[in-house]
């Protein structure tokens, strides 16, 4: 029998004995990649690696070198949430790994610039739970299984353009937190979304007298940069500068643009231009109506060098050059879902290149490197069914 056919039944072999479906895929060399979730410990599933190797019918595999890497879920992470508020270990763990947060100094990054010490702390230490139990996804008691899928459909969201619905551990960790009691025999607490408030727009006030006045200060402004313009000193910037009343707002955009296409030979320049800005008609309160105003902006544009980058840049289909950046402008304000989903795929492929060549430098037979070698893999596939399905995506937003 040939060694990919021992490997499938072997998978299928630990699959039947732990009660979970089990990958077993080959990676190069002597290498193979056990991979399962949620399901046993990593350690429980290497003794029934063990002891399944010892029968005859697996013997081609006995000289493999195999890794495992026991992925998890979203449920896994609710009834382990679940499970540790019922049993009294949530508020502290969260209470004490948020005070430890706060004395870190603020140049230690604490990362998502929306998470707060209490989101970090419940999230460290639900993961930490489910790293020591098995089978993480099972209900520890049966009363936990009615919170588990409220907290799973509170946590869920529905993705934009159709695309289904997906659980979050962010968005269950903030239901989590906002709950204002813990469930009780009698009386189990309802786990439901707790919507944060979201900022009101601003109120643009425009009346005769502040159009005329806006009017005006936009003519003042051409009269000083007529059109967009190439800045390359700091002595064409200052002209510009000197041309333009005191108070005039300046905005530096904070990525590259560009137009769609391959550039014979690239060059990046900046350009000051025209934009608008607003302001609140009283400058002590945030609240109040706003008006319009021009504005200064800097924008870094990629240009071929013989292109006049002031042109360019008042061309018509200009867009953010960096593939995050444009996927995320066209998914959200141009409604391109096909060009916006191919710039994602290309963001995981290389996602998945900078992980692969990561892995290089993890020893072949530690877990870390399976772990990073199967993800790697999965981000791959990822990006390729992002790819086969951005054609249909856009067909099915027009309909």
């Given amino acids: 029998m040939s060694r990919t056919r021992q490997a499938y039944r072997l998978a299928t072999h630990l699959g039947d004995v732990s009660g979970v479906r089990v990958e077993l895929v080959y990676d190069t060399g002597a290498v193979w990649h056990l991979s399962w979730t949620d399901g046993p410990l990593r350690e429980e599933m290497r003794a029934l690696l063990g002891k399944a190797l010892e029968e005859h019918q697996f013997a081609e595999m006995r000289d493999r070198t195999i890794t495992t890497h026991r992925g998890t879920s979203t449920r896994a992470w609710a009834a382990r949430a679940i499970a540790s508020r019922r049993e009294g270990t949530l508020t502290p763990a969260v209470t ?3 005070a430890w947060r706060r004395t870190l100094p603020s140049s230690r990054p604490l990362g998502g610039n929306d998470l707060t010490p209490e989101d970090h702390a419940l999230l460290q230490h639900v993961d ?25 459909a509170a946590g869920t969201r529905e993705l934009r353009y159709g695309g289904g619905s997906v659980a979050s551990e962010y968005q269950m960790a903030r239901v989590l ?7 009780s025999d009698d009386q189990p607490a ?24 806006a009017e005006t200060d936009t003519a003042r402004f051409l009269r000083a940069l007529p059109g967009a313009r190439e800045v390359t000193t700091t002595g064409e910037l200052a002209a510009i500068l000197r041309g333009l009343p005191e108070d005039t707002p300046l905005f530096v955009t904070d990525h590259v643009v560009a137009h769609p296409g391959s550039v014979a030979d690239p060059v990046h320049a900046v350009v000051a231009h025209l934009t608008s800005g607003a302001e609140p008609a009283d400058p002590e309160d945030p609240d109040s ?4 105003l021009p504005a200064l902006g800097l924008t870094t544009i990629r240009v071929d060098s013989t292109q006049n980058a002031g042109t360019e840049f008042e061309r018509d289909g200009v867009e953010p050059d960096d593939s995050l950046t444009r996927a995320e402008y066209r998914l959200t304000t141009t409604g391109d879902l096909e060009g916006g989903i191919r710039d994602v795929a290309r963001v995981v492929d ?19 490197h399976a772990t990073v070698k199967v993800e790697t893999s999965r981000l791959r596939h990822t990006a390729e069914r992002l790819r086969s399905t951005a054609e249909g995506a856009q067909k099915a937003s027009e309909q």
């Fill in 128 to 152: 930490e739970l489910i790293e020591v139990t098995p089978y993480p996804d099972r209900a520890s008691v049966p009363e936990d299984e009615p919170l588990i899928e409220q907290l799973l």
């Fill in 177 to 183: 937190l906002a709950a204002d009691r813990a469930p």
């Fill in 96 to 98: 004490e790994g948020a």
């Fill in 350 to 368: 290389q996602v998945a290149h900078l992980l692969e060549e990561g892995a290089g430098f993890i020893p072949s037979d530690h877990d870390a």
């Fill in 190 to 213: 309802t786990l439901s979304v707790v919507e944060s408030p979201t900022p009101a727009a601003p109120q643009i006030h425009m009346d005769a007298e502040a159009t005329v006045e």
């Fill in 289 to 292: 109506e706003y008006r319009m």
